[in-house]
């Protein structure tokens, strides 16, 4: 339940990018249970694995949260003084969606979203409602509201019967950080990855998820940028979260399947390797704050490509090791920036939307000739490098996760009140 009001705060607060697609996958995809997709109450249902705990099956509280997602979070619908105001936005992951009908003050509202329109209709629903109703709305024209709230959104009306087509909210379009060209594209990875911890969230342009593989040894995923204009790449970021890899190598290529082909020229690559080593971090572990509760700074690396690469058809990120001790976890991507030629290149990272910020050293790597194999890179340990020279001033997306829970208690309050109901 917690990750879907999540992903309802995200649609309804976020300036950028996708994180409200990541939360509601991590709503309910960790937590259904097959045939029927009943929800379990923790991600891992082993109780030797989780700490000793029988979880809870069926978990009707966590199914309640995900129904939200739809008519709350896409649809964006909220109830305040007896008025209802929507404000759609659905993620670019998702085609196009129906959402259930919902009755409001005796008035049914049925709304169907695509990624750039909302059409709602008013239909007939005098057949779930009580004999001798008195609700306002039954029998006449209902007002509501589209946008944030009622002080600043558009006030309409719609009568039984009638059909509206909203525009919806697509601030999926707005780059967290300026120049990146990789935000919320279609990834996947061969890899086994922590529950709820998916490869999409290395690359959603929030720093408040994360992708995190099993394991510590070699692991990638890879970003289909054939939706992108072919064009010279000058650097990458990273923001590590917790947990920063030892190494890291990059490929651009026009398959899927990575070999030891030569890159040729610009206009007909096969592919091209960056290898990261040494990675200097902006902010390391500190003991002695590590409990303390405060605005999310993540650990930041950012490389500036001595010469132009190319992008091609799939970007392939993989990572080796981790720097961080006590378990045999893999490392975490919490963001990682691909910056184009439209952009200011590694000083796109400077321009977020916002954040706290600090400072972080360029690295300038030469991008290799020769391809590589996905999986040889070496895992020797490599210890962190401490920032210096001239910093690059870097922020992170948003307040962080404390916000995320803030926001999300707050909703969970509001919905509790409302008496609303969805058929």
Known sequence: MTYSLYSISANALSPSGCSAYTYALN??????????????????????????TNPAFPFMTGAGGWHQVGPMGWLGARFVEEQLIIQPALPPQISHVSIRTIVFGGAGIKATMNYTHT???????????????????????MPFTVGFSLTSGQNMSISLGQTLVIENRQYFDNATASGNIAQCLPVDSEEHYQPGQFPLAAIDGAASTRWQPTSRNAASFRIDMSSVDYQPLTGVSFDWGRRPAISARLWFSNTTTVSNSTYTNSSAPTSRTVALSNIAISSHYNATTNDIVQPYVGNMSAFAFSSPVWSGRYATVEITGCQAQGDELGATIAEFNIFGADGAGVLGVASMTSGTSNNVTVVTVTPSLVAGVPGSQSTA?????TPSGTGLPIASNGAGEMMHVSVGVVMMIAMMLVGAVMV
């Open 381 to 385: 340990t490599v210890a962190p490098a």
């Open 119 to 141: 059409t709602v209709t008013r239909v007939d629903v005098s057949a779930h409602l009580p004999a001798n109703s008195t609700y306002p709305y039954a029998n006449r024209t």
């Open 27 to 52: 709503g309910f995809k960790p937590y259904t249970r097959a045939p029927w997709y009943q929800f379990s109450e923790q991600q891992v249902d082993n109780f030797t694995e989780n700490g000793g």
